[in-house]
């Protein structure tokens, strides 16, 4: 069993910033990689930042620049730093990881961020 908890949304002011966070737990093992998805209303799910096991980061065009991605040593939370948030950055952001043994992805219930004036 793999458990992933998401916080840290909230409704902010555009401009401002905000830090999510997410805590991995259960029968984990070895992780290939670490991330974070978000869905807006009406949109499909979107890759918004990755982590390898090795620490090498992939981010969104749309994020580029705005979002930080990290993890423990420990590989048992992940992080997203998010500064300069727009209007268009409201979504639910669900956090995944991809454990080595079956190639999978597993997925917590995501966290709201809304950035609205």
């Known amino acids: 069993q793999v458990q992933l908890v998401e916080s840290g949304g909230e409704m902010v002011q555009p401009g401002e910033s905000l830090a999510l966070s997410c805590s991995v737990s259960g029968s984990v093992g070895s992780i290939r990689a670490m991330g974070w998805y978000r869905q807006a209303p009406g949109k499909d799910r979107e890759l918004v930042a990755g982590i390898t096991h090795f620490g090498d980061t992939t981010y969104a065009n749309f994020v580029k620049g705005r979002f930080t991605i990290s993890k423990t040593h420990t590989k048992d939370a992940v992080y997203l730093q998010m500064t300069s948030l727009k209007p268009e950055d409201t979504a639910v952001y669900y956090c995944?990881?991809?454990?080595?043994?079956?190639?999978?992805?597993?997925w917590g219930r995501g966290t709201q961020v809304t950035v609205s004036s």
């Open positions: 995944y990881v991809k454990l080595t043994r079956d190639d999978t992805f597993y």
